[in-house]
């Protein structure tokens, strides 16, 4: 259990690349005296500020950034390693400062600090089908009263509103046989702290298009070809499995232009841009939605 503050607070600051979501944490950490945790699993990486878009010291101005370059590439780091550092940082944080900024585009990350993470054996697609299938027919009622049914201690502990965890139970029961709350962590420590969550909405969704066309010719400005080189003998490590750092290693084998390469960089962070915003609008459907420059007064 954390012990916190009385006037504790997150502020989850989520969106996709290039919304605009450093400048708007930085603001609003400055505002509440705060520090910010990253939950962008691309920035955890020191070797590649560049393709990342990790915040130079000039931006940080002056707030202090966890996680951010905290990792190597020649280290794997999931989603559950994250939650659980995180969480230790968290708790002697909060001992001694009421606010935290968190901010980041990387949802299973996100889900994993708030929610916890749990070991889990895999979802074939064919019981997740089966569960929406249901959910459609029978509706939210349905679901609440299965999960009830067939997992009545998940259910006494959690937020049964939330479709999405709900629909997560119903589906690790079709699928094993067994509760969610049997592969739940006797040891997860509850997050009681109070949660606030903003998203940044562009729309037009064709100015952020622009914008991240503008950022990736930035970046290749700044020297992302050389930093791709440096970190060519990690190329097949986890951290290096992403957009940006894919198209170039094709430039360099030879198998496309360097003006190609580029273009396939827009291209896919526009496409990760949009499954982002799909994310965070299905899973997180408390975000409270702000226009691009707007910071809301907490």
């Not at 400062?97 to 980041?104: E, F, K, P, Q």
């Not at 929610?115 to 089908?129: L, T």
């Not at 739940?184 to 100015?207: A, C, F, H």
């Not at 962070?269 to 939605?289: G, H, M, P, S, V």
Request: net charge neutral; proline share 4%.
């Amino acid at each position: 259990m954390f012990l916190v503050l009385q006037q504790s607070k997150i502020i989850v600051i989520a969106g996709p690349t290039a919304s605009g979501k450093t400048a708007l944490s930085i603001a609003l950490a400055k505002e509440l005296s705060a520090e910010i945790l990253s939950f962008d699993s691309r920035q955890f990486f020191r070797e590649i500020p560049i393709g990342t878009a990790a915040p130079t010291l000039d931006e940080m101005d002056g707030i202090p950034h966890h996680f951010v370059g905290n990792k190597s590439i020649s280290q794997n780091y999931s989603a559950g390693m994250f939650a659980e550092e995180a969480r230790i940082w968290m708790r002697d944080y909060f001992s001694k400062n009421d606010n935290l900024v968190v901010v980041g585009g990387s949802g299973m990350y996100l889900s994993a600090l708030l929610y916890g993470f749990d070991d889990i054996p895999p979802i074939s697609s064919e019981v997740r089908v089966s569960v929406q299938n249901d959910l459609n027919e029978n509706g939210m009622a349905w679901l609440q009263s299965e999960v009830q049914r067939f997992d009545p201690d998940w259910f006494a502990n959690s937020d049964t509103q939330n479709q999405r965890r709900l629909s997560r139970v119903l589906e690790v029961v079709r699928e094993t046989g067994k509760p969610m709350s049997f592969f739940q962590s006797k040891n997860q420590e509850v997050l009681t702290i109070p949660v606030v969550k903003y998203g940044i909405m562009w729309d037009p969704r064709e100015l952020l298009y622009q914008r991240i066309n503008r950022r990736v010719d930035a970046m290749m400005e700044l020297g992302l070809l050389d930093e791709v080189k440096r970190a060519f003998a990690y190329r097949t490590h986890q951290a290096l499995q992403t957009v940006g750092y894919r198209e170039l290693f094709e430039y360099l084998d030879g198998q496309c232009s360097l003006e190609a390469a580029v273009e396939k960089i827009k291209q896919n962070t526009r496409r990760y841009a949009k499954r982002q915003y799909t994310w965070f609008r299905n899973q997180e459907k408390d975000l409270q939605w702000l226009s691009p420059g707007v910071v809301p007064k907490i």
